[in-house]
Nanobody
Framework: QVQPVESGGGLVQAGGSLRLSCVAS????????MAWYRRAPGKQRELVAA???????DYADSVKGRFTISKGNAKNTMYLQMSSLKPEDTARYYC?????????WGQGTQVTVSS
C-alpha cells in the first residue's frame, strides 16, 4: 500500500521560510505525477505546485516566485521550499501521488504563518 508522508510544517512568522518533504513509500514503481495541495479553514483544497514530468513544474499564481517544488534523489520523494511566507499561506499541506496502482494522499502537515 502506497502511503505518502509529509513533514516539515510548523509555525513561522510572515516573511519566513519552511521546507516541506514528502515520501511516498510502498511501491517499486515511480509516480507518474506528484503535487502539493493545501486546504485553508473554510476554503476548498487547491493545487499549490506540481511535478508534471520531464522536469516540468506548475505553480498556483499565488505562490509563483515564492515557492519551489523539486524532486528528491530517492524514488517518489519531493520537496516544497516555501519562502516569503504570508499569513494567507496558512493551511494544511497535502502530498498527492499518482501511481500505476492509483491515487494516494498523505495526512497533511500544518503550516501556520503569523503576521
Amino acid at each position: 500500500q502506497v502511503q505518502p508522508v509529509e513533514s516539515g510544517g510548523g509555525l513561522v512568522q510572515a516573511g519566513g521560510s519552511l521546507r516541506l518533504s514528502c515520501v511516498a513509500s510502498g511501491s517499486i514503481f515511480s509516480a507518474y505525477y506528484m503535487a502539493w495541495y493545501r486546504r485553508a479553514p473554510g476554503k476548498q483544497r487547491e493545487l499549490v505546485a506540481a511535478l508534471i514530468g520531464g522536469g516540468s513544474t506548475d505553480y498556483a499564481d499565488s505562490v509563483k516566485g515564492r515557492f519551489t517544488i523539486s524532486k528528491g534523489n530517492a524514488k517518489n520523494t519531493m520537496y516544497l521550499q516555501m519562502s516569503s511566507l504570508k499569513p494567507e499561506d496558512t493551511a494544511r499541506y497535502y502530498c498527492y501521488a499518482r501511481m500505476p496502482s492509483g491515487d494516494y494522499w498523505g495526512q497533511g502537515t500544518q503550516v501556520t504563518v503569523s503576521s
